[in-house]
């Protein structure tokens, strides 16, 4: 496959016809003025050598190495072989919560918005690992696969919303138990799901269920969002901003259950961190997970390219030499004479 690798220079290649314009320019303006100097004889007694070819080999030789100039600094290649590459990577599943209590505002600007952002830095920090999605609330559902492609992932972090789930609640078990599932039976590496929730319901099932993940090969880690103290849930009715409050109208307060998702992490084989310093448990999360035992993949295939610039450059740099060493005399030697120093 052969190839410019900086395609973009090929365009100054357009001023040439330019070049070749001043010249025609240049060499009939010298004409016209040698006319006017006085009379043809007598001009050509006072230069005897000039030579109106000669002007015109010396401007084609300039032109054509910067042709050449240009096209080497463009670096043609040539594709000689095409590689795999392969690549030491950890599957890690993050598991998302989108309940309603995840609108609370105990951490500005809210839970979610928090850990939306959290979860975009922590995809920044996977890079090279296969990364899969898995939004929860009433239930669980894969957002998206086991993949490399970061961008994607971001994207979906960035969407979600309460809106998204079908119904409202904390089932961090479903959650693990999707990852399962998506891990498969495969015991090459171990792997990591990362919960981010406020762990409102008590669930005695999302413990037992990390349990069975470790014993699986999964290490389950669990980040905690929200403050122990609580906040009112905050929904939008008919476009207003309301609270949701019970049956005898007393706001409904969401707090985060600090114990239960430290007993997943613990259950799980991992560890609990709090998003309320983020680079802290990032740094921390993105050191567990390095230790984690990391399976070889096949990642996309490239090809090899060799560079041929050297083809263009060398004689693009002779013809500027030579064309010093050309005079304007039809003899030849003057430049040859000037370079040698001779008188």
């Known amino acids: 496959m052969f190839r410019f690798e900086e395609a973009y220079i090929l365009y100054f290649l357009l001023l040439i016809p330019l070049g070749v314009l001043l010249a025609w320019l240049t060499l009939k303006w010298k004409t016209r003025v040698l006319d006017r100097s006085g ?73 979610m918005e928090k850990a939306k952002r959290f979860s975009t830095e922590l995809i920044k920090k996977l890079r090279g690992d296969r990364i899969g999605l898995i939004f929860f609330a009433g239930s669980a559902y894969l957002q998206m696969p086991l993949s490399q492609d970061q961008a994607s992932a971001e994207l979906y972090i960035k969407s979600a919303s309460p809106k998204q789930a079908g119904t409202q609640g904390t089932v961090i078990a479903d959650a693990i138990e999707l990852s399962n599932n998506i891990f498969g039976e495969d015991h090459a590496a171990q792997r990591a799901l990362i919960v981010i929730s406020d762990g409102e319901n008590h669930e005695v099932e999302a413990i037992e269920a990390a349990s069975n993940a470790y014993s699986n090969g999964t290490t389950v880690f669990t980040l905690g969002i929200g403050t122990e103290e609580g906040a009112p849930v905050p929904f939008t009715d008919r476009g207003r901003t309301t609270y949701k409050k019970t049956k005898q109208g007393t706001p409904v307060t969401s707090a985060l259950n600090v114990s239960l998702l430290r007993d997943i992490a613990e259950s799980g084989g991992g560890e609990f961190y709090m998003i309320d310093q983020t680079m802290s448990a990032l740094n921390k999360l993105d050191a567990q997970i390095d230790k984690l035992e990391k399976q070889e993949v096949e990642q996309r295939s490239f090809t090899d390219y060799n560079s041929y610039f050297q083809l263009f450059l060398f004689p693009a740099i002779l013809l500027f030499i030579l064309e010093y060493l050309i005079s304007a005399n039809s003899s030849g030697t003057g430049g040859w004479k000037k370079l040698l120093g001779i008188k």
């Open 39 to 111: 009379d043809s004889k007598i001009i050509s007694r006072l230069f005897p050598n000039w030579s109106v070819k000669k002007e015109w080999l010396k401007a084609f030789m300039i032109l054509l190495g910067l042709a050449l100039l240009l096209i080497s600094w463009s670096n043609p290649q040539w594709g000689t072989r095409k590689q795999k590459v392969k690549a030491q990577s950890t599957d890690v599943i993050i598991a998302l919560d989108i309940s309603q209590s995840m609108m609370a505002e105990d951490i500005l600007p809210n839970r």
